[in-house]
Nanobody, 119 residues
Framework: QVQLQESGPGLVKPSQTLSLTCTVSGGSITTNYHYWSWIRQPPGKGLEWMGV???????HYSPSLKSRTSISRDTSKNQLFLHVFSVTPEDTALYYCAKGPWYWQYDYWGQGTQVTVSS
């Protein structure tokens, strides 16, 4: 069974870069037709899809976040990475990584990691 675990600093200062890691176990991030997404949920709001990296390494971003988001991976470590640049308090959220069989479909989720942007 695939397991995903997000990790990273819980507090980031405004204008800095938010960097998170998703460590995957129980399956390879290069397995065909596996799609790995980053999703966040600000306090009191719904889920927001941020972007996806697929089994081949192709990446797609949410248009609203594309200008300051980077998604990457390390296949040797079976890890995914999220960077959000120039953060503001509006980037405060619970951040998840999730796996699915297609874009915007999810069958496994990490437990999420809380990130607060504050000085």
């Amino acid at each position: 069974q695939v397991q995903l675990q997000e990790s990273g600093p819980g507090l980031v200062k405004p204008s800095q870069t938010l960097s998170l890691t998703c460590t995957v176990s129980g399956g390879s991030i290069t397995t065909n037709y596996h799609y790995w997404s980053w999703i966040r949920q600000p306090p009191g709001k719904g889920l927001e899809w941020m972007g996806v990296i697929d089994f081949s390494g192709s990446i797609h971003y949410s248009p609203s976040l594309k200008s300051r988001t980077s998604i990457s991976r390390d296949t040797s470590k079976n890890q995914l990475f999220l960077h959000v640049f120039s953060v503001t308090p509006e980037d405060t959220a619970l951040y998840y990584c999730a796996k699915g069989p297609w874009y915007w479909q999810y069958d496994y989720w990490g437990q999420g990691t809380q990130v607060t942007v504050s000085s």
